[in-house]
């Protein structure tokens, strides 16, 4: 079992541009996270999904989209990179409330 | 508004130095409060969960333990290898699938 997985492992963006961090979980689990941990303030909850087709907003989901596709991945899309969006970014999967993570990816924006 | 917040933010032992890490939360309807280790460079690595007031849990050489107000994370005879951040989380009623996670305690274990 891979675990979770979570594609790339770093990206530099200019100001502006766009992509999608790829999450993928493999323990057959209902729900997954998306996170940002930033210096200082901990992880905090951007974008989460309960179970297959649904998405809810976490604490801190302005300018950020997400896609459930089906019950292995979820992406979370950049729109127009700013650089307040420079940090690592952690997708989880849970089937009741312990979470398993990926290895994070690390995201600059200049 | 609901807190986590966890001291020190840093701590340095000696290896054999045995301490505590706290989590002090203020949230109303607690499920559960969870502890992760976080190496650098990598994602949190689950430990713990505690439920209710009282409860316990033991791993090798960490122990936690869970008050209304507060969790303690117990390091015994601590080795270089427990060297981490250690990430408390609670989650509560009205968070849905929400959870809120303190900022961490970074240990140093010296050899």
């Known amino acids: 079992n891979a675990g979770v997985t979570q594609t790339p492992k770093f990206q530099v963006l200019k100001t502006g541009q766009s992509m999608t961090l790829q999450c993928a979980q493999d323990?057959?689990?209902?729900?997954m996270y998306w996170y940002r941990q930033d210096p200082g303030m901990g992880l905090r909850l951007i974008y989460y999904?309960?179970?297959?087709?649904?998405?809810d907003k976490g604490e801190v989901p302005n300018g950020y989209n997400v896609s459930r596709l089906n019950k292995r991945e979820f992406s979370l899309r950049l729109e127009s990179a700013a650089p307040s969006q420079t940090s690592v970014y952690f997708c989880?999967?849970?089937?009741?409330?312990?979470?398993?993570f990926g290895p994070g990816t690390r995201l600059t924006v200049t | 508004e609901d807190q986590v917040t966890q001291s020190p933010e840093a701590l340095r032992l000696q290896e054999g130095e045995s301490s505590s890490l706290n989590c002090s939360y203020t949230?109303?309807?607690?499920?559960?409060l969870f502890w992760y280790r976080q190496d650098p460079g990598k994602g949190p690595e689950f430990l713990f969960t505690?439920?209710?007031a009282g409860e316990e849990k033991e791993k090798e050489r960490l122990k936690a333990t869970l008050t209304k107000k507060e969790s303690f994370l117990h390091i015994t005879a601590p080795k270089p290898e427990d060297s981490a951040t250690y990430l408390c989380?609670?989650?509560?009623?009205?968070?849905?699938?929400?959870?809120?996670f303190g900022p961490g305690t970074r240990l140093s274990v010296l050899p």
């Open positions: 989880a999967s849970s089937e009741l409330y312990e979470q398993y």
């Open positions: 323990m057959n689990h209902n729900s």
């Open positions: 999904s309960a179970s297959e087709g649904t998405t």
């Open positions: 949230v109303s309807g607690l499920r559960g």
């Open positions: 505690l439920y209710s």
């Open positions: 989380a609670v989650q509560a009623e009205n968070y849905g699938q929400n959870f809120v």
